[in-house]
């Protein structure tokens, strides 16, 4: 039992040159284990907020006087501003809607983003706002889109991708296409 005592005061002597002025030596132990940290997952955390590209299928509903269930499939990318947290980004997908009226359309996105700073985490969370062009032959629809979801980097260039997105176009002829996103991201 004694020896127990003797190793901790021995311990305690060899730490007790690196204590700071009125700090206890567990705050400087967890300050330089923090440091250790950061400093070991300082690579991994700069390959998280990279451009990138993106591949998704969109179960999700459209609507247009009625409600009918729709499924999108598309490719898109982003470019990331230095810093990680602002990027701006386009898409092209195809949807198909099953129900009253069933038909294809095609969907272009431009959109701007928003990345919640999260510096030392493979998951990347976002915010995303644009215009969406919804097609078919010779007509268009011009609408906005708003949405959020979710980036999780799961090895260096590729990540798993989860999101919300809703295209709307408001007035007398409203339409609206709410969709839920999964797919693969990559860079």
């Known amino acids: 039992m004694e020896s127990r005592f003797k190793a901790r005061s021995e311990r305690r002597t060899a730490w007790s040159g690196f204590r700071l002025q009125g700090a206890p030596n567990v705050y400087l132990r967890g300050a330089a284990l923090l440091a250790l940290v950061f400093a070991a997952a300082?690579?991994?955390?700069?390959?998280?907020?990279?451009?990138?590209?993106?591949?998704?299928?969109?179960p999700g509903t459209f609507s247009f006087g009625d409600s009918d269930a729709a499924l999108a499939a598309g490719v898109g990318g982003e470019g990331v501003f230095p810093g990680g947290v602002v990027g701006l980004g386009a898409e092209l997908a195809a949807v198909g809607?099953?129900?009253?009226?069933?038909?294809?359309?095609?969907?272009?996105?431009?959109?701007?983003y928003f990345h919640v700073p999260r510096p030392y985490s493979n998951k990347d969370l976002f915010l995303t706002a644009g215009y969406s062009a919804l097609f078919q032959f010779s007509e268009?629809?011009?609408?906005?889109?708003?949405?959020?979801?979710?980036?999780?980097?799961?090895?260096?260039?590729?990540?798993?991708k989860a999101e919300f997105r809703n295209h709307a176009r408001t007035g007398d002829d409203t339409v609206n296409f709410a969709t839920f996103r999964a797919g693969i991201a990559f860079h």
């Open 42 to 58: 300082g690579g991994t955390a700069q390959a998280r907020s990279h451009s990138h590209g993106y591949l998704f299928v969109a």
């Open 97 to 112: 809607v099953r129900g009253s009226s069933d038909t294809t359309f095609g969907l272009a996105s431009v959109n701007g």
């Open 140 to 160: 268009k629809i011009d609408m906005f889109n708003v949405g959020g979801g979710i980036n999780w980097w799961l090895a260096p260039h590729v990540g798993l």
